[in-house]
């Protein structure tokens, strides 16, 4: 290295013009990048004679500063002679939208139900989806090695001792949880995910949603019951909504029903969805059992109450027309984008 080939960096520093970025970042790489030529000066400079290094370095320092200050200045002159809009890039214009996502169908629907029983005074209670066996099955009176619970085919995380784990089947778990904890009167709803190990088809999953709800009050009769269902019916499917209810078995009510609402696709002419029979079931209910309240500390002989589970894909299905079970966890953005435009609740 010498002094002429400082000399010479700097003449053609002075010299340097570009027209465009390009140009200019591509002199700024040769000049200064880590192959450039005045970085290999640097990389010599070991090798000058001691008694030359401090005027050596004075000049390498002056060059490197002077490049600096020449490749700043020709990208400004390069901006300003060129504008936003020279490289082929408006840099005024908005960035590329990106899609807005929507809520999930089973939310929609578990935020209106929620939102219809608020509004006849139901808090939201929740409870753990690993839950004991006690909580899912005994307090709620099925009996150890009752028939009952083959009702429900289970997940147990542990088995093998007197109060095993497992994946709740029902959100009953967390009304016996309210009794436990709760002053009396009580009036819950219990949203939540429950599990069973079904085989998967249209009307089938292992996975789905549960609302259930109960109340518990000094006087509370069936005709309590069939009111509050009548009321939600209507908020959920429209102000001309029938309903009926049929016999059935629950081992935590005594009596038992289930509820079918007028199918509110044909109006109870008969249609494919309600397959002709002009009506749709939509929850099982019941005044609960003696047996379920004692378990709970709750006195029977003073207090009585009853409670309602539904499913909410079973909802959403009669909502919206939906015939198979599986679209809701498949996560097709297609079928998920058909709700993009659902009303707030």
Same mark, same amino acid.
């Not at 320092?61 to 490289?87: H, R, W």
């Not at 099955?137 to 542990?158: C, G, I, K």
């Given at each position: 290295?010498?002094?002429?080939?400082?000399?010479? $960096?700097?003449?053609?520093?002075? +010299?340097?013009?570009?027209?465009?970025?390009?140009?200019? *970042?591509?002199?700024?790489?040769? %000049?200064?990048?880590?192959?450039?030529?005045?970085? +290999?000066?640097?990389?010599?400079?070991?090798?000058?004679?001691?008694?030359?290094?401090?005027?050596?370095?004075?000049?390498?320092? !002056? $060059?490197?500063?002077?490049?600096?200050?020449?490749?700043?200045?020709?990208?400004?002159?390069?901006?300003?002679?060129?504008?936003?809009?020279?490289?082929?890039?408006?840099?005024?214009?908005?960035?590329?939208?990106?899609?807005?996502?929507? @809520?999930?169908?089973?939310?929609? =629907?578990? !935020?209106?139900?929620?939102?219809? /029983?608020?509004?006849?005074?139901?808090?939201?209670?929740?409870?753990? &989806?690993? !839950?004991?066996?006690?909580? =899912?099955?005994?307090?709620?009176?099925?009996?150890?090695?009752?028939?009952?619970?083959?009702?429900?085919?289970?997940?147990?995380?542990?088995?093998?001792?007197?109060?095993?784990?497992?994946?709740?089947?029902?959100?009953?778990? =967390?009304?016996?949880?309210?009794? &436990?904890?709760?002053?009396?009167?009580?009036?819950?709803?219990?949203?939540?995910?429950?599990?069973?190990? *079904? +085989?998967?088809?249209? @009307?089938?999953?292992?996975? /789905?949603?549960?609302?259930?709800?109960?109340?518990?009050?000094?006087?509370?009769?069936?005709?309590? %019951?069939?009111?509050?269902?009548?009321? /939600?019916?209507? *908020?959920?499917?429209?102000?001309?909504?029938?309903?009926?209810?049929?016999?059935?078995?629950?081992? /935590?009510?005594?009596?038992? +029903?289930?509820?079918?609402?007028?199918?509110?696709?044909?109006?109870?002419?008969?249609?494919?969805?309600?397959?002709?029979?002009?009506?749709? &079931?939509? $929850?099982?209910?019941?005044?609960?059992?003696?047996?379920?309240?004692?378990?709970?500390?709750?006195? #029977?002989?003073?207090? #009585?109450?009853?409670?309602?589970?539904?499913?909410?894909? @079973?909802?959403?299905?009669?909502?919206?027309?939906?015939?198979?079970? @599986?679209?809701?966890?498949?996560?097709?953005?297609?079928?998920?984008? !058909?709700?993009?435009?659902?009303? *707030? =609740?």
């Amino acid at each position: 290295m010498t002094i002429q080939d400082i000399e010479r $960096l700097r003449a053609e520093l002075e +010299a340097l013009k570009c027209k465009t970025e390009k140009e200019v *970042e591509e002199a700024r790489v040769r %000049l200064l990048g880590k192959k450039g030529e005045i970085t +290999a000066l640097f990389d010599e400079f070991r090798t000058v004679a001691p008694e030359l290094k401090r005027e050596f370095g004075r000049t390498l320092n !002056e $060059l490197k500063q002077a490049a600096l200050e020449k490749i700043s200045a020709l990208k400004d002159s390069v901006c300003e002679t060129q504008g936003p809009g020279a490289s082929g890039v408006d840099l005024s214009m908005p960035g590329d939208p990106f899609p807005m996502g929507s @809520r999930h169908p089973v939310s929609i =629907v578990r !935020e209106e139900i929620v939102s219809i /029983f608020r509004k006849f005074g139901y808090d939201v209670a929740e409870g753990p &989806e690993v !839950e004991d066996d006690y909580h =899912v099955f005994e307090a709620l009176n099925f009996p150890p090695n009752h028939p009952a619970r083959d009702m429900q085919d289970t997940f147990f995380v542990s088995a093998g001792h007197p109060n095993p784990l497992l994946l709740r089947t029902h959100t009953s778990s =967390v009304q016996v949880r309210a009794m &436990e904890t709760m002053k009396l009167p009580i009036r819950v709803i219990c949203p939540g995910r429950v599990f069973r190990n *079904e +085989a998967i088809s249209a @009307r089938a999953h292992c996975i /789905f949603h549960q609302v259930e709800g109960l109340y518990i009050d000094e006087g509370v009769t069936f005709a309590d %019951l069939k009111q509050a269902i009548l009321l /939600f019916a209507r *908020e959920m499917f429209g102000p001309d909504t029938q309903i009926r209810m049929r016999p059935s078995y629950f081992p /935590f009510t005594e009596p038992s +029903a289930e509820v079918d609402v007028s199918c509110n696709i044909c109006h109870g002419k008969g249609c494919n969805i309600c397959k002709g029979t002009g009506w749709l &079931e939509i $929850l099982g209910c019941g005044m609960v059992d003696p047996n379920v309240l004692e378990a709970s500390g709750i006195d #029977s002989k003073k207090y #009585s109450g009853f409670a309602f589970g539904m499913g909410i894909e @079973r909802i959403a299905m009669l909502k919206w027309q939906v015939n198979d079970l @599986r679209h809701y966890f498949e996560n097709d953005m297609r079928f998920l984008g !058909e709700f993009a435009s659902a009303p *707030e =609740v």
